[in-house]
């Protein structure tokens, strides 16, 4: 759905997937399988507005807690309410079902500074 | 990494399994290998093993093994051969250096399991009350090699490889030969749930490890033993205990016998017990989701109560911790616990979360 290809990225492995005015937001393949065992995503409110790189949301795995960045700037304007049921979708899904939140974003060509993928993968060692 | 972490005789082992390797109190050990959630599963409802070779072995011997213990240890050392007990380690204060249990040999030789991260001062705290009488101490923890196997199954599967230790009961510890050599099996745990834990020499316990993989027992790390123990309401030494707090106020008092004649630590006890304990070890559930962490502060009707000691995401409860709050707050009592700025509210709840089979 937001296929690792056409998302762009940041260090800290949040990507951002570009659907019209909006930034999809999730975290990679990667980086879900470093936390693993992700059991509850404490999701930022709809209508915050968020700075690029200001943390803005919480994984927690049964081990640890992991801040989750906003790739870009702008209003968060829907959050995945499934995974408040399900938090393991980040797992399962993290380009699919296991985005986490949508952001208005104030500056479209702020995505063109973020890494990708290839860029990405090479800070990963990949 | 300014310091060498110290290997078990099982790290090869564990990094072979997948283990995800950290330091622990300077050890390197599996944090998990593929899953918590899928380890605590295991143990929960089969089997599954630990590498618990950092932990401390110290062998007392000698006419006055069972006096010197009597004194170290606020609890009443059982002093029938085989048999273990659960013990504290006291300062003078009466507050706890370490949690242990000593294990019977015979009369005049005991067998006590430390924390890894107290062998040093455990042993050095020994040697010191030593010197008073006919005993001698020893440090054997870098010698052995050592092994959780735990869950219903887990008694079941030892028993192929130790005929007869079904048989052994619960806190009771056994001589076995195993691979040509000696070593102990003792029915203990820290996950609240029946097993053994196997002692071999170092040389010999990677092939107990292999027998028990064969047999189809899950490796496990020290993620899933965290949300094991916190679920058995068994203390973490140096997080929930440490050398600021009594038994009493640890949720422990029921390990001290002041009945007993003397022990290090026994008059500072009386005192702080008659006068009373501003603050106790308490449990709490989350009634929303959130993780409760380790440091998190705790609220009662809106003021700050306490800290969070240790805190995990339950399979089983959700949201469990302990920590220390005013002694007056409850079982029942309604608080808040700040998680990331976040005020979650939880129960003040008995202990253990999980009632166990054993």
């Known amino acids: ?126 | 990494m300014t310091h060498e972490l110290k290997k078990t005789a099982l790290c090869a082992a564990c990094e072979k399994a997948g283990g995800k390797m950290v330091d622990f109190h300077g050890w390197l050990l599996p944090v998990q290998f593929d899953s918590i959630i899928a380890e605590h599963k295991a143990v929960r409802e089969a089997a599954g093993m630990f590498d618990v070779s950092h932990m401390g072995q110290l062998r007392i011997v000698g006419k006055e093994a069972l006096h010197l213990l009597q004194y170290v240890s606020c609890n009443i050392i059982k002093s029938e051969p085989a048999a273990g007990t659960y013990f504290h380690i006291l300062t003078e204060q009466g507050t706890i250096i370490d949690d242990a249990i000593a294990f019977c040999l015979s009369t005049e030789e005991f067998l006590v399991v430390v924390n890894a991260a107290c062998v040093d001062e455990d042993f050095a705290w020994f040697e010191k009350q030593a010197q008073a009488f006919d005993v001698k101490v020893t440090n054997e923890s870098a010698q052995w090699g050592m092994i959780a196997l735990q869950g219903p199954s887990a008694v079941g599967i030892a028993d192929k490889i130790i005929p007869g230790v079904i048989d052994l009961p619960r806190f009771h510890i056994q001589e076995i030969e195993l691979f040509g050599v000696k070593g102990y099996v003792t029915r203990t745990g820290y996950t609240g749930e029946d097993g053994v834990e196997i002692m071999l020499p170092n040389a010999q316990i990677e092939a107990l490890w292999n027998a028990l993989l064969k047999l189809g027992v899950k490796p496990c790390g020290l993620g899933a033993r965290d949300v094991l123990r916190l679920e058995a309401g068994y203390l973490l030494n140096g997080a929930d205990a440490n050398q600021t707090k009594t038994p009493y106020e640890a949720n422990c008092g029921w390990v001290v016998k002041l009945t007993k004649e003397n022990f290090i630590g026994k008059a500072a006890l009386e005192a702080k017990k008659a006068a009373g304990f501003k603050t106790k070890l308490k449990a709490f559930k989350l009634k929303t989701p959130g993780v409760p962490r380790e440091g998190c502060k705790v609220f009662y009707q809106g003021v700050e109560a306490g800290t969070l000691t240790s805190g995990t995401f339950s399979p089983l409860f959700k949201g469990i911790a302990v920590g220390y709050v005013a002694s007056e707050i409850a079982v029942g009592a309604e608080v808040e616990i700040e998680i990331h700025g976040r005020k979650v509210p939880a129960e003040v709840v008995k202990t253990p979360f999980y009632k166990n089979r054993v």
């Open chain 1, 1 to 126: 759905m937001y296929n690792e290809e056409n998302c762009r990225f940041l260090k800290t492995h949040e990507w951002a997937f570009v659907e019209g005015e909006n930034a999809v937001v999730g975290i990679s393949n990667h980086a879900q399988e470093e936390i693993s065992d992700i059991v509850f995503v404490d999701l930022p409110k709809v209508g915050r507005t968020v700075k690029v790189g200001e943390n803005c949301c919480v994984i927690e795995s049964v081990k640890s807690a992991s801040e989750i960045y906003a790739p870009v700037s702008g209003e968060i304007v829907a959050v995945n309410e499934a995974l408040n049921g399900d938090p393991a979708l980040v797992n399962r899904e993290p380009h699919a079902g296991g985005w986490l939140f949508k952001i208005k974003m104030a500056d479209p060509n702020e995505v063109n500074a973020l890494l990708d993928l290839a860029a990405y993968k090479a800070t990963i060692g990949k």
